[in-house]
């Protein structure tokens, strides 16, 4: 059974750090991953992804320059690491596989990501 767990996140003020961790599955570290989070009532929209080996990476505009995802497939395990927190970075973060075979292409939409992590509250105070 495809899992993956995840770790980390918590409450910090503005400017602060706050590190996430996913791990999973030695079948689930062959594929493409990648980081989403949801706020209350919106979307859950993408953050940050990665081709299987860690040497394509993608972000969203909206953190580009604060955070950073990386893979350690030895650890099966999936980082993001989140520096410069801001308020709008509040809300549930998940990390996901990618549905296909792993590509150069890194998707971004939540519809084409499966096995879901539970989530992780990240809350950004002012």
């Known amino acids: 059974q495809v899992q993956l767990v995840q770790s980390g996140g918590g409450q910090v003020q503005t400017g602060g750090s706050l590190s996430l961790s996913c791990t999973g599955s030695?079948?689930?570290?062959?594929?493409?991953l990648g980081w989403f989070r949801q706020a209350p009532g919106k979307p859950r929209d993408f953050v940050a992804a990665?081709?299987?080996?860690?040497?394509?990476?993608r972000y969203d505009s909206s953190v580009k320059g604060r955070f950073t995802v990386l893979r350690e497939n030895a650890k099966t395990t999936l980082y993001l690491l989140m520096n410069n927190l801001k308020p709008e970075d509040t809300a549930v973060y998940y990390c996901?596989?990618?549905?296909?075979?792993?590509?150069?292409?890194?998707?971004?939409?939540?519809?084409?990501?499966?096995?879901w992590g539970q989530g992780t509250q990240v809350t950004v105070s002012s």
């Open positions: 990665l081709n299987w080996d860690g040497s394509i990476i």
């Open positions: 996901a596989k990618d549905k296909f075979d792993p590509t150069s292409h890194l998707r971004i939409t939540a519809e084409e990501y499966e096995y």
């Open positions: 030695l079948p689930t570290f062959t594929y493409n």
